[in-house]
């Protein structure tokens, strides 16, 4: 889709649901509140409906960003509705003709396929918004995956960006302050800017090789460097298998060690190595038998300096403690609250106290039957929405959303692990490095 035509199509998706609101109002004018809340709820699935078809038949960046969006609907403040219907875009998207992948990876490699390659499946492992993947051989026999980025989705980020967001407000599904949801924005656009540059993800795969490769715990995928481009990435194919087919006949000692290697790593992503696989996605790792976990995708990579990883872990461990004030003074300098709202105090306090209960227990098992994290922080995250002078600073956006998505994994996995040994062991090294200015 050129990007004249992405840009129409978007532009009328905008004026279609700004219209339906503008009627909405009118007609609700006659309406009591609670048929009222009712008719708004209908409008917003109707809505959330319209926009996930409409970035569901675009692809690119546009179901990225929609992606992006759903990941960080907590952050965001979005209804449950608009929310769960922009998750739907996680689904695999309509595959790339082989022949429009074979033309653009020997552009790209300047090379033909059959002296590149050994052998090169036609038929791709998954399409993502953003790029395909295939199997194929190197010609010393070598299985390998192959990473291509869809043709013209760089072209479409910034038009595609903008207006998305003049959908999202024009449904009033963002309710955070303009400055604050346009900070939000930088972020996700910053971040889907590295994964369009498939360079980029190779610095990051190499990175996190670099950091993680004698740990036995974790494999990373081995780079040909030879092979790889701006937009196409050739790596080693790992061992294991999704999620879904690991917890078929996984044993109960092979999900607690990968439970136990992905919390322990969460925490050492953060505080020690200061940069994040950033997309949780259980896509996006492979189980092995023994519970050895491989990590892939690494387009998404968040990184920290070392003065707010200190930040972030001071504020952290305050909130362990049980220390309020240290908690709060963490959040003013990460730029969550002003310092003087008593209200907004109460409710970082709140989240922050209830979060931490359950890592002060110990060991604890995640799972339906075992906790209910999530149900306990409900009634307090509902009260974000009606204080929009808390902040929810840029940094945090992907760190949390990070963090969500492996509770998510962590829950199928029933995992039983001391999390807050992790996160303590790990926030007090961040401190630490900051205090002698090394790192790490």
């Known amino acids: 889709m050129s990007r004249l035509k992405r840009l129409a199509t978007l532009g009328g998706l905008t004026s279609k649901v700004t219209t339906s609101y503008l009627g909405a109002r009118v007609r609700d004018a ?47 403040d979005l209804p449950p509705e608009v929310a769960n219907a922009l998750g739907k875009l996680h689904k695999d998207a309509e595959p790339v003709p082989f022949e429009h992948v074979r033309e653009d990876v020997e552009a790209s490699i300047e090379a033909p396929l059959d002296q590149a390659f050994a052998s090169f499946d036609p038929t791709p492992i998954g399409t993502a918004s953003l790029g395909q993947a295939h199997r194929a051989r190197l010609p010393d026999g070598t299985p390998v995956v192959v990473k291509v980025l869809h043709r013209g989705v760089a072209n479409a980020v910034d038009t595609d960006l903008l207006a998305l967001k003049a959908v999202l407000v024009g449904s009033r ?84 060690a990968a439970g136990n290697t992905l919390a322990d790593l969460y925490y050492r992503q953060v505080f020690r190595l200061r940069m994040l696989h950033a997309d949780p996605h259980p896509g996006n790792y492979l189980f092995e038998d023994d519970g050895r976990v491989g990590l892939v995708d690494f387009g998404c990579v968040k990184r920290f300096d070392l003065y707010w990883a200190a930040t972030y872990a001071r504020a952290a461990l305050a909130a362990m403690a049980g220390d309020r004030e240290g908690l709060l003074a963490g959040c003013f300098d990460l730029g969550a609250w002003n310092g003087t709202d008593e209200g907004d105090a109460d409710l970082l306090w709140a989240f922050a106290d209830q979060m931490c209960a359950a890592f002060r227990a110990g060991p604890i098992t995640l799972g339906p039957g075992h906790e209910q994290l999530m149900e306990d922080l409900r009634p307090i995250l509902k009260g974000f929405v009606s204080r929009p002078t808390v902040r929810i600073p840029r940094h945090v956006l992907f760190t949390h959303r990070s963090l969500g998505g492996l509770y998510t994994i962590h829950r199928r996995l029933g995992t039983h692990a001391d999390f807050g040994h992790f996160l303590v062991e790990h926030a007090r090294y961040a401190v630490a490095a900051a205090s002698d200015g090394t790192a790490a």
Not at 35 to 43: E, G, H, I, N, Q
Not at 47 to 61: D, F, R, V, W, Y
Not at 189 to 208: G, H, K, P
């Open 173 to 256: 599904a963002l309710r955070r302050s303009r400055d604050e949801v346009d900070a939000a924005f930088e972020e996700i656009r910053e971040r889907l800017s590295e994964e369009l540059d498939y360079l980029q993800e190779a610095v990051n795969l190499q990175q996190f090789a670099d950091a993680l490769g004698d740990d036995p715990r974790v494999r990373i995928p081995r780079l040909h460097h030879a092979l790889c481009t701006d937009r196409v990435l050739v790596m080693d194919e790992l061992p294991g298998r999704h999620l879904d087919a690991f917890l078929v006949d996984a044993t109960e000692q092979a999900r607690q």
């Open 30 to 76: 006659f309406l009591d509140d609670e048929r009222r809340k009712k008719a708004l709820d209908r409008l917003h699935l109707q809505n959330a409906e319209q926009i996930t078809a409409t970035l569901s038949q675009m692809k690119g960046a546009a179901m990225k960003l929609g992606q992006q969006l759903a990941a960080a609907a907590g952050s965001l």
